[in-house]
């Protein structure tokens, strides 16, 4: 009768035991695919980003600004400028103090004489960069579109 | 805590703690009132010089022994209290393992007389403690813990019930307490059925259980008390041992000399439940819920890393598990059914814990950040460690408003004239290592000794390149400028806790206008502590002006009165016609937790309120013209330096993540980016270690002293930044471990 009490209790221990060791991956949750989130903290320049892993991450991490905004410089060197000015978009709604992507949208909306929107955007970056030069000659040139 | 370094500089040196200082101030005449009951306490012994019994003889002359050398020691440390002479060196330690000594010498002096007045009172029974008792104490343990813990935690979490989400989260946590409490009935279950194997199985229960209890101390002084101290892993390993040995030793002997020790049950009920009646024992489960509930309100404001609340929250569950114990009556049973009141509950819990399908994120809900049910799911929780020796690699480095703006109306101003970056961040938890960084403009080690502080310090040596004047009150970085630099204090009389900024803005003016005739320009730097834990949190928590709604008053109340004052300073400026000609920064080395699930004040931790800082710069006009920023690029407070020396035409070449960089650049460029870097934070005083990403958006901690990771989306309310981990936890881990390789790099250190 002893053996077996102590049978039963050094198994209860055990089950304890185990149970705590492997508390710690049941409650760690599954998130982003690695890719996007490697994606999102390399500068452009150092890595090619194929067009088709940035539409994934795109539709993965909507909220995020910098992906967003790799997909539209992707789409622009494709020549696919409204899906670029699409993607622009998406990416100062989730970031609106996302300076230098307000001046590459505000440059697709002079493109197309998109006048007001582009000088909207060419304010709202120099709220963010105040007194920048090319931005003053950016709403210069919107004035002059006009 | 003088065996620590951090400890000895951070609480002992600067007297943090009147109890303490009070304490260590009279503890000769503790001595003596506790020598004086340890004698009155060995007393029969001495009658028993001729006695019959060897270990009445053995008594006798321990007591004897006892009596003289504590005496001895007693007289010495009257004639010189030696406490208050000990330093941070290898004395402490021997200090404090010769102190075990003495109570170790009361223990077996106890332990002897027990034996000898009451000879049966370990081998009085030879039944043990049942499954039974202990699981139906654990159950009753459990229920009463999570009744009284969920109270307090309810009054936290205000008008969420019943709201779903703090319903499962209240499931979670009694789940965790219940885990808990399951976890000591089956280790204790699983020591009486050892004991029940052999001859005395009283005695061995009593003797497994006593050493049970023994290792847990230790191990909750190694592992929680500690390493927020920073005490090293050897150091803490041998006071841990010595004080867990000490304690169950003096516990003991306490239970053996009960009156009622050969009546009490078994070995587990000798050695932990109250020689009291039933009635005596609901009142004292009432009265350990009270006391328990007044002690944590009385530390949560004040505690370091939350060591002394989780003592609180222990001390309180072995209490209230002793007495249920106690309240739960012994009878025969069957044994055959000890299989289910071993394992069953065993079995259950694991069911509970890993089956039920609880949401994500649980775990941080508000409700469960209560302490007592902190404590059970950290405990139930066990965090894998990413990588197997990443916590040490940590650990090795470790030895060294918004909203405010209608409180501070004369800042506000201030800003709508200057540039307010919106987005900055100190990489340094606390000012031990945030304000020599600022000086720096760049990386601190915290092995750095700051006595070669000079050697880094660029902004003393931007005052000599360019012939500047320093005005200072500060206690961090002054003891280690340079004697040839010209500096002038202002207020050295006030102790740093005391400093405030009106005072010192009225000592400013002072000197300006008393040296208006020196043409050399001015550095001015103040650190005042009106708004530092110990004036808010510690002293007084009151408010200096009433309420102030949504805010914690004692903080905003005093930010107002900063306000005023520095509106002030600003208008004596303008006056003086010096406003336009001066660069004024105003910013915190870091920042502070004010309740934050539980959190108060600063300690070891790295959380979002802690880094993010307000940074707020006046340039002159003629300055503003030619310069550009971007206000909403993630802003470091050791960029402070580096942008003086760039708004004083001054090159600075790039030096890389680790360093701070210009703020400002001229109007026709642009700054480099920051968006896809990772900047490395720290806290000044642990082992927590932090990766800031995505533009300031993302925050990563790795804690070496309570081994868990943290992730927080910045861009999130403040109630929502908490964020479940993912599984790029170890890309993060190895970005922060090449940091911090290439900060050892830098500093030429190996740890």
């Known amino acids: 009768m002893a053996s077996i009490r102590i049978f039963n209790t050094f198994a209860a221990v055990c089950v304890i035991a185990v149970t705590f060791a492997q508390m710690g991956s049941r409650h760690r949750s599954d998130g982003a695919s690695d890719v996007c989130l490697t994606l999102a903290d390399t500068e452009p320049v150092h890595t090619p980003k194929p067009l088709t892993t940035l539409e994934r991450c795109h539709a993965e991490r909507p909220a995020d600004a910098d992906i967003a905004a790799d997909l539209g410089a992707a789409y622009e060197a494709a020549g696919a400028l409204d899906r670029a000015e699409g993607a622009y978009a998406d990416a100062v709604q989730s970031d609106p103090d996302y300076a230098d992507v307000q001046i590459r949208l505000a440059h697709l909306l002079l493109n197309r004489r998109a006048v007001d929107e582009a000088r909207a955007h060419v304010e709202a970056a120099l709220r963010v960069q105040p007194n920048r030069q090319p931005l003053l000659d950016l709403l210069r040139q919107t004035e002059h579109v006009e | 805590m003088t065996c620590s370094p951090f400890a000895f500089d951070m609480f002992i040196r600067p007297q943090l703690s009147p109890a303490l200082t009070q304490f260590v101030q009279w503890h000769h005449l503790w001595y003596v009132a506790a020598y004086a009951a340890t004698v009155l306490s060995v007393l029969p012994a001495f009658a028993w010089r001729r006695a019959d019994r060897p270990i009445a003889v053995t008594a006798h002359w321990l007591a004897a ?116 409490f399951v976890a000591l009935h089956t280790w204790l279950a ?83 439940t109250p020689m009291i009646s039933r009635g005596t024992a609901a009142v004292a489960l009432v009265v350990t819920a009270a006391a328990s509930l007044a002690l944590l309100r009385s530390v949560e404001r004040m505690d370091w890393d939350f060591v002394l609340q989780k003592s609180i929250v222990l001390v309180e569950w072995a209490c209230v598990f002793g007495v249920m114990l106690r309240l739960v009556p012994s009878r025969d049973e069957v044994r055959r059914w000890s299989a289910i009141t071993s394992l069953g509950p065993a079995v259950v819990v694991s069911a509970v814990l890993f089956w039920a399908p609880w949401p994500a994120g649980v ?176 002293r007084g928590r009151r408010s200096l002006d009433g309420d102030y709604p949504g805010f914690y008053a004692p903080y905003a109340s005093r930010l107002r009165r900063l306000d005023r004052c520095f509106g002030e300073f600003v208008d004596y400026l303008k006056q003086r016609g010096s406003y336009d000609d001066s660069i004024i920064v105003v910013t915190s080395d870091h920042g502070d937790s004010l309740g934050e699930d539980g959190r108060w004040g600063h300690a070891v931790w790295l959380y979002p309120e802690h880094v993010r800082v307000p940074l707020m710069v006046h340039v002159p006009s003629r300055l503003r013209a030619a310069v550009t920023t971007d206000l909403s690029r993630v802003a470091f407070t050791t960029d402070i330096t580096p942008t003086l020396y760039g708004l004083l035409g001054h090159t600075l070449r790039e030096a890389g993540p680790l360093f701070g960089s210009p703020l400002f650049v001229a109007r026709g460029a642009a700054l480099p980016s920051r968006r896809r870097a990772s900047y490395l934070l720290m806290s000044s005083y642990g082992g927590s270690y932090g990766l800031l990403r995505q533009n300031g958006r993302s925050l990563f901690v790795s804690d070496a002293i309570q081994r868990r990771e943290s992730a927080f989306d910045l861009a999130s309310p403040p109630a929502a930044q908490s964020i479940a981990l ?15 390789e290439s900060l050892d790099a830098f500093y030429g250190f190996r740890p």
């Open chain 2, 726 to 740: 993912t599984d790029d936890r170890r890309r993060v881990n190895s970005l922060i471990r090449r940091e911090l």
């Open chain 2, 190 to 272: 699983f020591v009486a059925a050892i004991a029940s194997a052999t001859r005395s199985a009283r005695t061995c229960e009593y003797a497994l259980a006593l050493l049970s209890l023994a290792f847990a101390i230790a191990e909750f002084l190694r592992r929680v008390v500690c390493p927020p101290l920073s005490i090293d892993r050897a150091t803490a390993a041998a006071l841990a041992s010595a004080a867990g040995v000490t304690v169950a030793a003096v516990w003991s002997g306490v239970s053996l000399r009960r009156r009622d020790a050969a009546d009490a049950g078994g070995g587990i009920d000798l050695l932990l």
């Open chain 2, 363 to 538: 775990t941080n809900h508000a409700f469960v950040n209560e302490i007592a049910f902190r404590v059970a799911s950290a405990a139930a929780v066990n965090e894998p460690d990413p990588d197997p020796d990443y916590f040490q690699f940590l650990q090795r480095h470790t030895d060294i408003g918004p909203g405010a703006s209608s409180t501070i109306p004369i800042v506000k101003r201030f800003a709508a004239e200057g540039f307010v970056f919106r987005n900055a961040f100190t990489r340094y938890g606390a000012t031990r290592l945030s304000v020599p960084a600022i000086w720096s403009g760049g990386p601190m080690l915290r092995h750095l000794k700051l006595t070669s502080f000079d050697r880094i310090n660029a902004l003393e040596k931007l005052v000599a390149s360019d012939s500047y004047r320093v005005a200072i009150n500060d206690f961090t970085v002054r003891p280690y400028l340079r004697s040839t630099t010209p500096v002038t204090d202002l207020d050295p009389t006030v102790l740093s806790a005391d400093t405030d900024l009106c005072q010192n803005v009225g000592s400013l003016e002072r000197y300006l206008d008393q040296s208006a005739g020196d043409r050399r320009p001015v550095l001015t730097y103040l650190s005042p502590m009106n708004v530092h834990t110990v004036n808010t949190i510690d």
């Open chain 2, 65 to 180: 022994a006892y009596v003289v050398v504590a005496g001895i020691v007693g007289a010495w440390l009257v004639s010189a209290p030696r406490l208050a002479m000990l330093a941070n060196d290898r004395r402490s330690l021997v200090a404090v393992l010769a102190a075990s000594v003495a109570l170790l010498w009361i223990a077996a002096i106890d332990h002897c007389i027990a034996v000898t007045e009451r000879p049966g009172c370990v081998r009085a029974a030879e039944n043990g403690t049942t499954e039974r008792r202990l699981l139906s104490a654990a159950i009753g343990s459990t229920v009463f813990v999570c009744c009284v813990h969920a109270v307090r935690a309810a009054s936290v979490v205000p008008g969420a019930f019943p709201a779903r989400g703090v319903l499962v989260a209240a499931l979670w946590g009694g789940a965790a307490v219940l885990a808990c």
